[in-house]
């Protein structure tokens, strides 16, 4: 299957910490990501975890993955107003990737 | 600039004209996407051109009819459609596919269709 799946809405004080998360059903997935689409906006890669890796960390962006239960996470520390946006995790199949609807973040002072 | 342009940024149609969404890539990458993009619903992949050959076509309704001319260009030709196709048509590109995707897509900003 390709299904993957993530809450709709987050909302999060600026200053604590994001935490995005995400399941999926293809245990083959060689990547798994996590884009941005920001208003009006394409998707923006951010970053992205190789299958045999369970955390990788960049800057502000921290992403986890439980292979054995098909978790991936993504944490954004110090949560600025720049980062409202709506966040795709995305799994790669054969040669493509299949996306989830997207977490829409809102930020709140 | 994201590497990825497409044109127009809006478009308003009725039901019975004909348009096309235009997809320009100058990253050389060699695989491009077009994908639809709903309120709240995963993104939707329509078509998949790899090398320039079609390789999915995800049981895509016959009004929309792809076209990839060369590697850096990707056209979705539009023609009866419905109020349902209303949506934001992202386009796509990536360079390899398969277990090469690990730098993913280059996303285009999308072309926010309305179908009245």
């Known amino acids: 299957g390709e299904d993957v799946e993530q809450s709709l809405f987050l909302s999060v004080r600026e200053g604590d910490s994001s935490v995005i998360n995400c399941t999926y059903t293809?245990?083959?997935?060689?990547?798994l990501y996590w884009y941005k689409q920001e208003p009006g906006a394409g998707l923006q890669l951010l970053t992205y975890?190789?299958?045999?890796?369970d955390m990788k960390q960049d800057q502000r962006l921290t992403v986890l993955l439980n292979k054995k239960d098909k978790h991936l996470s993504l944490r954004i520390a110090d949560t600025q107003t720049g980062d409202s946006a709506i966040y795709f995790c995305?799994?790669?199949?054969?040669?493509?990737?299949?996306f989830g609807a997207g977490t829409t973040v809102t930020v709140r002072a | 600039e994201t590497g990825v342009t497409q044109t127009p940024r809006h478009l308003v149609m009725g039901m019975t004209n004909k348009k096309s969404l235009k997809c320009e890539q100058h990253?050389?990458?060699?695989?491009m996407y077009w994908y639809k993009q709903s309120a709240k619903k995963p993104l939707e992949l329509m078509f998949v051109?790899?090398?320039?050959?079609?390789?999915e076509n995800n049981s895509v309704p016959s009004r929309f009819s792809p076209e990839c001319p060369n590697s850096s260009h990707l056209f979705l030709h539009l023609h009866t459609l419905q109020p349902e196709d209303s949506a934001l048509y992202l386009c796509?590109?990536?360079?390899?596919?398969?277990?090469?995707?690990?730098?993913?897509?280059?996303f285009g900003s999308g072309t926010r269709l309305t179908v009245v």
């Open positions: 796509a590109s990536s360079q390899g596919a398969g277990a090469q995707l690990n730098y993913g897509y280059t």
């Open positions: 293809d245990s083959s997935s060689t990547y």
């Open positions: 051109y790899s090398l320039e050959e079609r390789v």
């Open positions: 990253l050389g990458h060699n695989a």
């Open positions: 975890i190789f299958s045999n890796m």
């Open positions: 995305a799994e790669s199949n054969d040669y493509k990737l299949s």
